[in-house]
């Protein structure tokens, strides 16, 4: 039976025989399997997990220059995922936005990316120095369905710059994918090549009613993190490539050697090799019998506050999008009155012990991923409790009802002047937001989650985003960005007299 494990997780068990067969060690890292830990964390972690925290000794491969186990587990990922090549990551999906976006792209060379793409993105346009032509969101489009695209407009900014990498997020944090085989078909039409950041899509490959995964569809690269939607550790995710132009995988092989960790702890490693291999050989099942109870329960949490989304309607046909995840539960405010939907996120928290994916301004986002099917009818009533205890919220009258006039939408492309990385590289100084207006930012503003933009460093700050900052600050999101200081907010600008002097 061990023998059997060992097989399906070659690299997990090559680490596992070495941890077990060294007993004294005059190297890094300095708390030597454990014994050097701090005590605290002995206690509430145990001593094993110390043991695996090893990095490029031996056996354990380098990651940069892969040549033994991690080679062969990188290529089993390939072969599941339906790659020419994988790599594994240990900063996230984010770290591999960065590779592609410094990788691909020379300074200067044009990416097409949508104004609500996340944070990682636009970090990486500044690194990379690669300018951005901004895809417009489509309006009037629930909050849920952001990162739409209009394949018309696609192709007239292909038509009219010169584009070396286009990139979008599919699915988005909700779930909504995009139609990539005809994006992907416009893309290599004006040879520029097509990344998809499916962070939330890892499992797509693991059943066939999730939307088709992307590297199916056509993409050149995709990045999925392992653990939002796996059983990954936090940090861990894979970047995969379809692409033809070996010039291209190359110079990813070296920003990820100069962007990840020369110690990639085994403890990240292995949870992405173990996470892929039980979900290679499980997922089906455990799949099949998650979206059978969600599609049952689905009409038994609508309640007078409160709807479930199926957002094929009205959403996928709209804004270029094609499938929806399941496993995303999206419950949106319904009835006469619309409420501070944070304060349900926060009261279920601190009062039941439940937590959510995320509170947006009409919608409350649940998750759910294989770990659910694991007692799947005790996943069924905790939904069910879960509906009955926001109604009861929402009966009794918790968070404020919202006004009418008070949802704003700022779906609109603003004024950009600048380009992220010279935003960033120009002086600053610090204006209060209410007087904000048209200056020209150099912060990055983003409600977290989902982590998408509101205001992206050099574009003119126009009154509809600084409306809507202090709207959500009012109703308690968490603002990445700006800073507040006795009761006053206040935003990083460009100092437009220092760039003219
Ligand atoms: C759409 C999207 N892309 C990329 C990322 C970054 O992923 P990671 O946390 O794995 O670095 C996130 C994180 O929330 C995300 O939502």
Redesign the pocket.
């Known amino acids: 039976m061990q023998d059997e494990e060992n097989r399906k997780n070659p690299f997990a068990s090559e680490l596992t025989e070495y941890v077990q067969e060294r007993k004294t060690f005059y190297c890094m890292p300095g708390h030597k399997q454990g014994k050097g830990a701090p005590s605290f964390l002995k206690k509430i972690w145990g001593d094993k997990v110390f043991g695996y925290d090893i990095t490029e000794v031996s056996k354990s491969d380098v990651l940069a220059y892969p040549k033994k186990e991690l080679k062969l587990a990188q290529e089993r990922a390939s072969s599941i995922m339906g790659a020419k090549r994988s790599w594994f990551?240990v900063?996230?999906?984010?770290?591999?936005?960065h590779a592609i976006l410094g990788g691909l792209v020379d300074p200067g060379q044009k990416v097409l990316v949508h104004r609500e793409?996340?944070?990682?993105?636009l970090m990486g346009l500044v690194f990379s120095g690669a300018v951005p032509i901004y895809l417009e969101p489509t309006p009037n489009l629930p909050e849920y369905a952001y990162?739409s695209i209009d394949l018309i407009k696609v192709e007239e900014l292909l038509k009219a710059h010169d584009i070396k990498l286009v990139l979008v997020?599919s699915p988005?944090?909700y779930g909504i994918s995009l139609d990539i085989p005809p994006l992907s078909e416009l893309c290599h039409k004006y040879n520029a090549s097509l990344f998809v950041?499916e962070?939330?899509g890892t499992h797509f490959s693991f059943h066939p009613d999730f939307p088709t995964p992307a590297l199916k569809c056509g993409a050149d690269y995709v990045?999925q993190?392992?653990?939002?939607t796996l059983g990954g550790l936090?940090?861990?995710?894979l970047l995969h490539s379809a692409s033809r132009n070996k010039r291209d995988d190359e110079r990813v092989d070296l920003m990820l050697a100069m962007l990840q960790s020369t110690s990639p702890s085994a403890l990240f490693l292995m949870s992405i090799d173990a996470a892929l291999t039980e979900t290679y050989e499980h997922g089906k099942k455990t799949y099949s019998l998650l979206l059978e109870m969600i599609e049952t329960v689905r009409p038994m949490l609508n309640s007078e506050h409160f709807i479930v989304i199926e957002p094929s309607e009205g959403v996928l046909d709209a804004g270029g999008f094609i499938g929806f995840d399941q496993c995303k539960v999206i419950f949106a405010a319904a009835g006469p009155d619309e409420r501070n939907l944070i304060k349900i996120k926060d009261k279920l928290s601190k009062e039941h012990g439940i937590e959510i994916e995320l509170a947006g301004e009409k919608h409350l986002l649940l998750t759910l991923s294989l770990a659910d099917a694991d007692d799947i009818e005790q996943t069924r009533e905790n939904l069910i409790y879960f509906s009955d205890t926001i109604e009861q919220m929402a009966t009794d009258g918790v968070g404020e009802i919202l006004e009418e006039d008070e949802y704003v939408d700022i779906r609109e492309l603003p004024i950009f002047e600048l380009t992220p990385r010279d935003a960033f590289y120009t002086s600053k100084k610090v204006m209060r937001l209410s007087e904000a207006e048209y200056a020209l930012s150099s912060s990055m503003v983003c409600i977290y989650?989902?982590?998408?933009p509101l205001i992206i460093p050099g574009e003119r700050i126009n009154e509809a985003a600084i409306h809507k900052i202090y709207h959500d600050h009012r109703f308690g999101f968490t603002i990445i960005g700006i800073t507040e200081k006795d009761g006053e907010l206040y935003i990083d600008v460009i100092d437009e007299d220092d760039i003219e002097q």
């Not at 936090?234 to 995710?237: E, G, I, M, P």
Request: net charge positive; proline share 6%; charged share 10%.
């Open positions: 990551l900063n996230g999906s984010s770290v591999g936005i793409c996340h944070k990682a993105v990162g997020t988005n944090y950041d962070a939330h990045v993190s392992m653990h939002k936090y940090q861990t995710a989650p989902p982590g998408y």
